[in-house]
C-alpha cells in the first residue's frame, strides 16, 4: 500500500483520492474519553477493501458498533434511550445478513459493548437512574450465557470485574466466571471507590484506599491481600482528591495540597510535588507519570524522581503506543490536531495530522482517522503512531460519524443512520 505523508496538509485541504472502493470548546473529561475508549487497540494497517459491491445493514443514528472476527454487532446508541435504546442484533461479516436479535429488559438502555472471553458483553444501564448491569451474550445465537449487576472491567487473569458502585461511592468490587458469571471473589470498595494497576492486557492488582490512610493491595486472579500499609488520611477526612496508580505507584493527596508517590510493591515514599488547582488526574505516558488539567493542558513527570520533565498546555488526549506518545489537540469542529512524541522529552516526532478519531475500533484491527473534505466526503485513513505516519485507505461520499477495520472489511456509519460494509 502507498504510504502518504499527510502531517503538513492543512485543514480542508484534498489528497488524491485512492482507487474507489466500492461506494462511494470541549472539556478534557469528554474528549480525553472518547480519545481514549477509540485507541484501546493500536495494530498493523489492513490492506485497502477492493472494488466490491457495499453491503448495506440498519442500524440508527448514533448506533454503537462492534466487529468481532467475522461478526458485526450493531447496538441503539445512547441517543436512542427515548425510542427504546435497548436492541442488539448480530450479523455476518462480509455479507452482512442478520443472525440474531437480543433487547434488554423494558427501561434498560445499552452503554457500550465490549469482547470477552470469545462472547459479547453488554453493559446496559436502566434511563434516568439505577445500576448499570453487565450481561454476556454468545456472538454466533445472541443467547444470554449470564447477567450480573455491575460496571465490567477487564482484568489480565481472564476474569471479568464488576464494579457495583453506591451514591455515596463506597460499593463492591467483584471477580467473575467469564464463561459462567460465578462469583470467585469480592471485597468491599471504600469511598475512594478502586484503583487499578494494568499492564499492556489488563488489570493485575487492585488497589483499596482508605480516607483513613489505610491501603490493601489485591491480585486480581484470587482477591489474596498481597501487601496492606498507611499512608496519610485524607485532608478532609472523607476522600482523597486524588488517589490513583500510575505504572508501580499510588498517588494521593495531602494537606499541603501536592500529591505523594508511593511505590506499590513496599508501600515506601517514593516522592511528592505540588498540584495545581485544575489538575484533574494523573496517567500513564508511556512510561512517564501525566498530570492533565480539566480542560487542556498536561505536564510529564519523571516517575522515579517527580521531576518535571516537559509540559504542554494545548493538549487535551494522551495514549500510549509502541514506546511513544500519541498526543491530541483540538482543532476544528471534531478534529483532533495530533501528534505523535518522545514520552521523556515532549519532543515531536510525528505528525499526523488533523483528524476525527472514531469511537469504535475493531480489536486487533488498525486506528482510523476520518477528515471531512470539500464536495460532502469523507477521507478515511489508518494512523501508524509507532512509525508516525499515515496511510489513505479510501474516500467516501457524503457524511459518516464513525468507521472500523477488520481483516477483510471496513464498516462505517452514516451520520443519518445505517451501515455500510465494504469487502476488501
Known amino acids: 500500500m502507498t504510504v502518504i505523508e499527510l502531517g503538513e496538509l492543512r485543514h480542508g485541504d484534498e489528497a ?18 472518547l480519545f481514549a475508549v477509540a485507541l484501546l487497540t493500536l495494530a498493523g494497517a489492513a490492506p485497502a477493501p477492493a472494488r466490491v459491491r457495499p453491503v448495506s445493514v ?23 434511550v427515548g425510542n427504546g435504546g435497548r436492541l442488539v442484533t448480530g450479523h455476518r461479516l462480509p455479507g452482512g445478513e442478520p443472525l440474531w436479535r437480543f433487547s434488554l429488559p423494558a427501561g434498560d438502555h445499552v452503554l457500550g459493548l ?13 434511563a434516568g437512574a439505577g445500576d448499570p448491569a453487565s450481561t454476556l451474550l454468545d456472538v454466533n445465537s445472541g443467547a444470554v450465557r449470564w ?60 488497589v483499596l484506599v482508605t480516607a483513613a490512610g489505610r491501603v490493601a493491595v489485591h491480585d486480581v486472579g484470587t482477591g489474596a491481600l498481597l501487601r496492606s500499609g498507611r499512608v496519610p488520611p485524607a485532608p478532609d477526612g472523607v476522600a482523597y482528591r486524588f488517589a490513583q496508580v500510575v505504572g508501580d505507584l499510588l498517588l ?12 506499590l510493591d513496599r508501600l515506601d515514599r517514593r516522592w511528592s510535588v505540588p498540584v495545581r488547582s485544575e489538575a484533574q488526574g494523573f496517567e500513564d505516558c508511556a512510561g512517564v507519570v501525566c498530570q492533565r488539567d480539566q480542560a487542556t493542558g498536561l505536564r510529564a513527570l519523571d516517575p522515579v524522581t517527580g521531576r ?15 514506546g511513544r506518545l500519541l498526543t491530541a489537540e483540538l482543532a476544528a469542529g471534531a478534529e483532533l490536531d495530533l501528534t505523535v512524541r518522545d514520552p521523556t522529552t515532549g519532543r515531536v516526532v510525528g505528525r499526523l495530522g488533523r483528524w476525527r478519531v472514531p469511537r469504535v475500533q475493531w480489536s486487533g484491527g488498525p486506528l482510523l482517522g476520518l477528515r471531512r473534505l470539500p464536495g460532502d466526503r469523507v477521507l478515511v485513513a489508518e494512523l501508524d503512531v509507532p512509525a508516525g505516519r499515515t496511510r ?25 443512520g445505517g451501515l455500510v460494509v465494504w469487502r476488501g
Open 16 to 33: 488524491e483520492p485512492p482507487p474507489r472502493s466500492g461506494g462511494r470548546s470541549a472539556r478534557w473529561p469528554r474528549v480525553a474519553a
Open 58 to 80: 440498519p442500524a440508527p443514528q448514533g448506533a454503537i458498533f462492534l466487529l468481532l472476527g467475522d461478526r458485526l454487532v450493531v447496538a441503539d446508541g445512547p441517543g436512542n
Open 114 to 126: 465490549t469482547a470477552v472471553a470469545g462472547g459479547l458483553l453488554v453493559t446496559s444501564s436502566p
Open 147 to 206: 447477567r450480573r449487576a455491575g460496571y465490567p472491567v477487564r482484568a489480565r487473569s481472564g476474569a471479568v470485574l464488576l464494579e457495583t458502585p453506591r451514591a455515596d461511592g463506597t460499593g463492591t468490587v467483584r471477580a467473575v466466571d467469564p464463561a459462567t458469571g460465578a462469583t470467585r471473589w469480592s471485597l468491599p470498595m471504600p469511598a475512594n471507590g478502586v484503583a487499578y494497576r494494568v499492564d499492556d492486557r489488563g488489570v493485575t492488582q487492585l
Open 252 to 263: 494521593v493527596d495531602g494537606a499541603s495540597g501536592g500529591v505523594t508517590a508511593y511505590g
Open 308 to 322: 518535571p520533565l516537559w509540559t504542554d498546555d494545548r493538549l487535551v488526549g494522551t495514549v500510549p503506543a509502541g
Open 392 to 416: 489513505i485507505r479510501t474516500v467516501l461520499p457524503g457524511s459518516w460519524d464513525d468507521c472500523a477495520a477488520g481483516r477483510t472489511v471496513l464498516v462505517c456509519l452514516r451520520a443519518s
